[in-house]
């Protein structure tokens, strides 16, 4: 079921609710009176295939205000403006969308859209916290350019973020809790490069979508996330995440030396080079007749392995291991062995290699943790494996005080 309020943002529902069909679900549109003054019935019907209405005497013999909200195995309400929500948090029924909300038993999932003073008033954030203490899952939204020439947090998120996030929840009703409110925390992503010239470099293959699954789901968990980004596939920025962007190893290294400071938790998802050329060439190396001389390479430093060593007291540090078999040992027995090198507290293995892993949209792999634990990771959306990671950090954070 696909909620839609009455803010301008509504016209990006189009084309969440196309995410939505195209990856074969059946959605039911429910705008608001007021959500048809911006986006007309016509649109959503075309798009969904299914009838629109908006009053609680439409399809009376069906009894469509307590029918709809039964059968929806999820509620995502895109845009939620601020009289949505009050409307939501107070258990108002006055149209066929919040009474729907009233009888929906799975999860709810709210996308808030507003002008930053609505979303900072203290009756939208009272409301906001009485829907999260009933289960409902509320974004923080994004930060950017509103209505006119404003600009601040009341946007709202890219429709694939909100997509990503839905299915997140398709796949585990309690991935997102709001368990990491008060939280700091520091996630790498992507893939570095070494430049041998102006043109070539050397690099790798990570497209950076499990470290931006990570960012995303912990600010969506009420963290304070900075995400330092290395070189990433086409990836928009996550919505209430800080975002610092680096190109090589050494860039990363100094760009994590300066974010961990004072945080709770950091993770280490990029894919960082393991070697880098001596020399930088200053022109575009020519290639002529001759085979080209050899190319002297140095070895980057072990950023993992030296966050742990300067960790602060009760800051969880996790590391990603990108892992293949050979004639020693599986993934598994690799990554054994590179938890006790690193020292971290948990350990990410992945097997990669024949279409896993990289430049794809799922991930699986198992949890190491430093006190013996394993935990397999099945197969699923990153931002699935994001959440079990979250899960683990969560419980090895020391209480606040």
């Known amino acids: 079921m696909l909620g839609v309020a009455g803010g301008i943002a509504a016209y990006k529902s189009a084309e969440l609710l196309r995410r939505f069909t195209e990856t074969g679900h059946s959605v039911r549109v429910l705008p608001t009176a007021a959500a048809l003054e911006f986006v007309g019935a016509a649109t959503f019907e075309a798009l969904s295939g299914r009838p629109v209405a908006t009053g609680v005497f439409a399809d009376v013999p069906s009894v469509q205000h307590v029918r709809l909200g ?4 999820l509620v995502v309400v895109a845009p939620a403006t601020a009289d949505l929500m009050a409307r ?3 258990g108002r029924a006055d149209d066929l969308l919040t009474a729907s909300l009233l009888t929906a038993r799975c999860p709810v999932l709210f996308a808030p859209a507003m002008h930053t003073e609505m979303w900072e008033h203290p009756a939208t954030r009272d409301n906001v916290a009485l829907l999260r203490s009933r289960g409902v899952v509320v974004l923080e939204p994004a930060s950017g350019r509103l209505t006119g020439k404003d600009t601040g947090p009341g946007r709202l998120p ?3 973020e909100i997509a990503e996030l839905a299915r997140l929840l398709l796949e585990r009703p309690d991935a997102l809790p709001h368990d990491l409110a008060g939280r700091r925390v520091v996630v790498s ?4 490069r070494e430049a041998l010239d102006p043109v070539r470099y050397l690099g790798n293959r990570s497209s950076g979508r499990q470290g931006y699954a990570l960012a995303r789901v912990a600010a969506q968990r009420g963290a304070r996330v900075t995400l330092v980004a290395a070189h990433t596939a086409d990836l928009g920025d996550p919505a209430s995440v800080e975002v610092v962007r680096v190109g090589s190893a050494l860039q ?3 760009a994590m030396r300066d974010a961990v400071r004072g945080a709770d938790a950091v993770v280490m998802a990029a894919a960082v080079a393991d070697f880098r050329p001596v020399a930088h060439a200053a022109n575009k190396i020519k290639k002529g007749a001759a085979d080209p001389p050899p190319l002297a390479l140095t070895t980057n430093p072990d950023i993992l392995v030296e966050l742990v060593g300067a960790r602060e007291p009760g800051q969880v540090v996790v590391g990603f291991a990108a892992e293949t078999g050979d004639e020693s040992g599986d993934p598994l027995h690799h990554g054994r062995a590179k938890l006790d090198r690193k020292g971290c507290d948990l350990l990410v293995v992945n097997a990669v290699g024949d279409g896993r892993a990289f430049e794809v949209a799922d991930n699986a792999g198992w949890l190491l943790a430093a006190d013996g634990g394993e935990t397999e990771l099945p ?3 990153k931002a699935l494996l ?3 990671v979250w899960d683990a950090v969560a419980a090895r954070l020391r209480p606040r005080a």
Do not use: C, N
């Not at 992503?189 to 570095?192: D, E």
């Open 189 to 192: 992503a992507g893939g570095t």
């Open 70 to 73: 039964q059968q929806a195995d």
């Open 252 to 254: 990363l290294r100094d």
């Open 88 to 90: 939501a948090a107070h």
């Open 379 to 381: 197969s699923g959306s």
């Open 386 to 388: 994001a959440s079990r």
């Open 158 to 160: 890219d429709p694939a």
